[in-house]
């Protein structure tokens, strides 16, 4: 084989179908996570593309509205993260969080959600390592569940 069609072949993949990616939605609080995911970035850290972030004051501030909403809008995924416990700056608003999103787990369960597709966890400003390893966990998880295709079905 000439080197000229070496370079002109075509890649393996080429007209193969590409493979599913879930869409993930990631409500992150501004104090914490969302600045973890900010060092995860400026340092580098390799994590999978699939999070869209939305960024919320607090991770009291995400009503479960917004997680049926994202479901409802096409999101296969769904992380809230927020500050840990005792870090949260209004006080309490994680344990809120924590509290509700605990319920919002079984009701998700009770829809016919699967538990897979919702992640809650604690996320601090200092830990970008912690951040990619939960999206790549959590993007994993959710891929393993599948394309979302709405409650009950
Ligand atoms: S300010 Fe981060 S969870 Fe409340």
Redesign the pocket.
């Known amino acids: 084989m000439s080197e000229e069609q070496v370079i002109t072949k075509e890649p393996e993949t080429a007209g193969a179908p590409k493979e599913w990616e879930p869409k993930i939605i990631g409500f992150l ?5 969302y600045a973890g995911a900010d060092l995860a970035g400026s340092s580098r850290l390799k994590y999978p593309a699939n999070m869209r972030v939305v960024r919320v ?5 995400v009503d479960p509205q917004f997680v049926l909403k994202a479901f409802e809008r096409g999101f296969d995924g769904v992380l809230v993260s ?2 840990h416990p005792g ?8 344990y809120y ?1 924590r509290r509700r999103h605990m319920l919002l787990q079984k009701f998700l369960e009770h829809m016919g959600i699967e538990p897979e597709r919702f992640h809650f966890d ?1 996320i601090s400003a200092a830990e970008g390592q912690k951040f990619a390893e939960v999206v790549e966990e959590f993007t994993g998880q959710v891929k393993k569940a599948g394309p979302f295709k709405g409650v009950g079905k």
């Open positions: 609080c501004n104090w914490c996570t004051p607090c991770s009291g501030r927020g500050c870090d949260c700056h209004y006080a309490k608003g994680n969080a604690w």
